[in-house]
T-cell receptor, first 116, second 113 residues
Framework: AQTVTQSQPEMSVQEAETVTLSCTYDTSENNYYLFWYKQPPSRQMILVIRQEAYKQQNATENRFSVNFQKAAKSFSLKISDSQLGDTAMYFCAFMALKTSYDKVIFGPGTSLSVIP | NAGVTQTPKFQVLKTGQSMTLQCAQDMNHEYMSWYRQDPGMGLRLIHYSVGAGITDQGEVPNGYNVSRSTTEDFPLRLLSAAPSQTSVYFC????????????FGNGTRLTVT
């Protein structure tokens, strides 16, 4: 069974600084997707970024980028130029690609606070 | 475009009461699922469905029932609520293709006293 671990329950960062959130996962699968979701205080779940395991190039979306290390089973999220609106819970998630309906498994989350 | 709609937003139940959390999506997604979110545990999968008439158990199915009579709707039933079911519940759907991410509803906060 797959598991997702986020070892930092809480983090804080000064506005405009850079912060990196850690995520590791355990799987025997070779083909899979990894995701980062953001949950602001509104409770809405928002997809931040995703990475396909067969792609060596790290995904980027504006100020958000990932460091994907397949051999180490590591998938960290870097937020550059942090903004107050980045304050949220961040969840790392894993989805195997054995079928088109594979389940999405979530980590426990990291609560990020951006300090003015 | 409504996306995934969950009702109600909040609910308080007494132990032993029953209720149904509603979930509807208008994106013609084959896959629908229910998660519960508890502090320090992330989102855990309760039940899921890959199409009308097809459902299966997730990680934490005990105490919950589901059915899928149409593509659009996937209700979650609590037959006899327990305090351990106090949680925030999310419905999520996706297309049945490899690169399709989950789309979430806005969640239901349930308190069982």
């Amino acid at each position: 069974a797959q598991t997702v671990t986020q070892s930092q329950p809480e983090m804080s960062v000064q506005e405009a600084e850079t912060v990196t959130l850690s995520c590791t996962y355990d799987t025997s699968e070779n083909n899979y997707y990894l995701f980062w979701y953001k949950q602001p205080p509104s409770r809405q779940m928002i997809l931040v970024i995703r990475q396909e395991a067969y792609k060596q190039q790290n995904a980027t979306e504006n100020r958000f980028s990932v460091n994907f290390q397949k051999a180490a089973k590591s998938f960290s999220l870097k937020i550059s130029d942090s903004q107050l609106g980045d304050t949220a819970m961040y969840f790392c998630a894993f989805m195997a690609l054995k079928t088109s309906y594979d389940k999405v498994i979530f980590g426990p989350g990291t609560s990020l606070s951006v300090i003015p | 475009n409504a996306g995934v709609t969950q009702t109600p937003k909040f609910q308080v139940l007494k132990t032993g009461q029953s209720m149904t959390l509603q979930c509807a999506q208008d994106m013609n997604h084959e896959y629908m699922s229910w998660y519960r979110q508890d502090p320090g545990m992330g989102l855990r999968l309760i039940h899921y469905s890959v199409g009308a008439g097809i459902t299966d158990q997730g990680e934490v199915p005990n105490g919950y029932n589901v059915s899928r009579s149409t593509t659009e709707d996937f209700p979650l039933r609590l037959l006899s609520a327990a305090p351990s079911q106090t949680s925030v519940y999310f419905c999520a759907s996706r297309r049945g293709s490899y690169n399709s991410p989950l789309h979430f509803g806005n969640g239901t906060r349930l308190t069982v006293t």
